[in-house]
Antibody, heavy 117, light 111 residues
Framework: QVQLQQRGAGLLKPSETLSLTCGVSGGSFGGHYWSWIRQAPGKGLEWIGEINHTGSSNYNPSLKGRVTMSVDSSKRQFSLTLTSVTAADTAVYYC???????????WGQGTLVTVSS | DIVMTQTPLSLSVTPGQPASISCKSSRSLLHSDGKTYIYWYLQKTGQSPQLLIYEVSNRFSGVPDRFSGSGSGTDFSLSLSRVEAEDVGVYYCMQSIQLPYTFGQGTKLEI
């Protein structure tokens, strides 16, 4: 069974950098793209970006160059970095596995990241 | 970006009754490979979203057959034949024909 386990800081101050990591157990790591998705309180889902095992990545232009993803295939984990955070970045952040680059079939547990001074 | 518009945004249903949610996309989700890249998720309170339907009408593993999907091109719907208490939550449609992947606003189903 595929499991995604997220870790990272949950409280940040404005202008700081958000860093989250998602570890993958079970299933194939190299055969998929891996995504980050976020959900602001009481709001809908926003796709942040994706990365594969070679480091090939795509990001949502709405994040205007503040996002970077990285991967460590040997550890079966991938990471999200979001710079210059503001209150608008307060959200639950999810990592997820893409199936055939079409849909998300396995999700992490979610990490609430709060940006507050 | 492709805009996904869901209606209604909230739905109150009596157990045992049917329910339907509409999702319209701002461009066709039919790809030249013959697949239509529309998906439906359910997010229960405090949980991660879970996939219900993929490529218009295919139920994901373990999804009860009271859930069904239909549609083509830009107009799609998710139907529940008989709503049960465990079906409460927020339903989202999503497109993956084009990056960035985008979701509908969500439809909150209440009993």
């Amino acid at each position: 069974q595929v499991q995604l386990q997220q870790r990272g800081a949950g409280l940040l101050k404005p202008s700081e950098t958000l860093s989250l990591t998602c570890g993958v157990s079970g299933g194939s790591f190299g055969g998929h793209y891996w995504s980050w998705i976020r959900q602001a309180p009481g709001k809908g889902l926003e796709w942040i970006g994706e990365i594969n095992h070679t480091g090939s990545s795509n990001y949502n232009p709405s994040l205007k160059g503040r996002v970077t993803m990285s991967v460590d295939s040997s550890k079966r984990q991938f990471s999200l970095t979001l710079t210059s955070v503001t209150a608008a970045d307060t959200a639950v952040y999810y990592c997820a596995r893409e199936n055939n680059r079409s849909f998300f079939d396995f999700w992490g547990q979610g990490t609430l990241v709060t940006v507050s001074s | 970006d492709i805009v996904m518009t869901q209606t209604p945004l909230s739905l109150s249903v009596t157990p045992g009754q049917p329910a339907s949610i509409s999702c319209k996309s701002s461009r066709s989700l039919l790809h030249s490979d013959g697949k239509t890249y529309i998906y439906w998720y359910l997010q229960k309170t405090g949980q991660s979203p879970q996939l219900l339907i993929y490529e218009v009408s295919n139920r994901f593993s373990g999804v009860p057959d009271r859930f069904s999907g239909s549609g083509s091109g830009t107009d799609f719907s998710l139907s529940l034949s008989r709503v049960e208490a465990e079906d409460v939550g927020v339903y989202y449609c999503m497109q993956s024909i084009q990056l960035p992947y985008t979701f509908g606003q969500g439809t909150k189903l209440e009993i």
